[in-house]
């Protein structure tokens, strides 16, 4: 599974990106809402589902000030369905699984240039873009997974307060 930063930076934003209409290109979204419903409200911590528009939830992140932003999204990556993996933003924006209204290196270059903020982006390899298709059973269980992972390193107790 990923390794995580550490120490983890006190303000972190985790943003779902991704068309929950079409199967596996809905998984940032999905990881977003599995860590809402884990999560109790958490300092230091907002998390998004921004759907195809991330660049829609710029106010919310302006008023939050993140340390990091942290994107979720699918991407082919060329590996097996469920593979999460850290993508460089600036090489990004031919892997996203979907048509968002900007690609995820622009909006990431905005976020630094206005928030100050670093950003990141993991890709979940999709199997499925069908529409109206379900999560397939790997990038499901590839979510939960990593709504583990994050739902621990978010509520460490030697995290900053």
Do not use: Y
Request: aromatic share 4%.
């Amino acid at each position: 599974m990923l390794a995580l930063p550490s120490p983890r930076p006190a303000r972190i934003a985790i943003i779902g990106v991704g068309n929950q209409l079409n199967g596996d290109d809905g998984a940032g979204p999905h990881v977003v809402r599995e860590l809402a419903a884990r999560l109790p409200a958490t300092p230091g911590l907002l998390l998004l589902d921004a759907g195809l528009a991330p660049e829609n939830f710029s106010g919310p992140l302006r008023r939050f000030r993140p340390d990091l932003v942290l994107q979720i999204d699918a991407a082919d990556q060329g590996g097996p369905p469920g593979a999460t993996a850290w993508i460089d933003w600036e090489e990004a924006d031919g892997l996203s699984a979907s048509t968002h209204t900007l690609p995820p290196s622009v909006f990431a270059k905005f976020l630094i240039a206005e928030l100050g903020c670093r950003v990141a982006l993991i890709g979940i390899q999709p199997a499925v873009l069908e529409l109206n298709a379900p999560l397939s059973p790997a990038v499901d269980r590839a979510c939960s997974e990593l709504a583990d992972v994050l739902g621990k390193w978010l509520t460490a107790a030697e995290g900053p307060r």
